[in-house]
């Protein structure tokens, strides 16, 4: 399986963003999928999930109320909506599949796309 991420970019604080990951390869309408985020200096860190039909959803609570993550099994692709965005989501982020159908743990995860940067600006 192989995971395209983009969208990522400069905005400023209070602002928008849409992440888009394509995916080609495997069963994409079998894999849950994630979002996930590396700051400067930290760990790589979960930020959203969405199981395999996009029935359910989970975030993490520093993201809650302001992102939303969506798939789109007919277009092989998932997408992260954020929102009112702050400083502190800045980082590379990454999407991910596992072959489950549902996770969201980092080592759960099998598949990895190469990461789009966002950079948000105070």
């Known amino acids: 399986v192989q995971l395209q991420a983009s969208g990522g970019g400069l905005v400023q604080a209070g602002g928008s963003l849409r992440l888009s990951c394509a995916a080609s390869g495997g069963t994409f309408s079998l894999y849950g999928m994630g979002w996930f985020r590396q700051a400067p200096g930290k760990e790589r860190e979960f930020v959203a999930a969405i199981n395999w039909s996009g029935g359910s959803t989970y975030y993490a609570d520093s993201v809650k109320g302001r992102f939303t993550i969506s798939r789109d099994n007919a277009k092989n692709a998932v997408y992260l909506q954020m929102n009112s965005l702050k400083p502190e989501d800045t980082g590379v982020y990454y999407c991910?599949?596992?072959?489950?159908?549902?996770?969201?743990?980092?080592?759960?995860?099998?598949?990895w796309g190469q990461g789009t940067l966002v950079t948000v600006s105070s």
């Open positions: 991910a599949a596992e072959t489950s159908g549902w996770a969201v743990r980092r080592y759960e995860y099998d598949y």
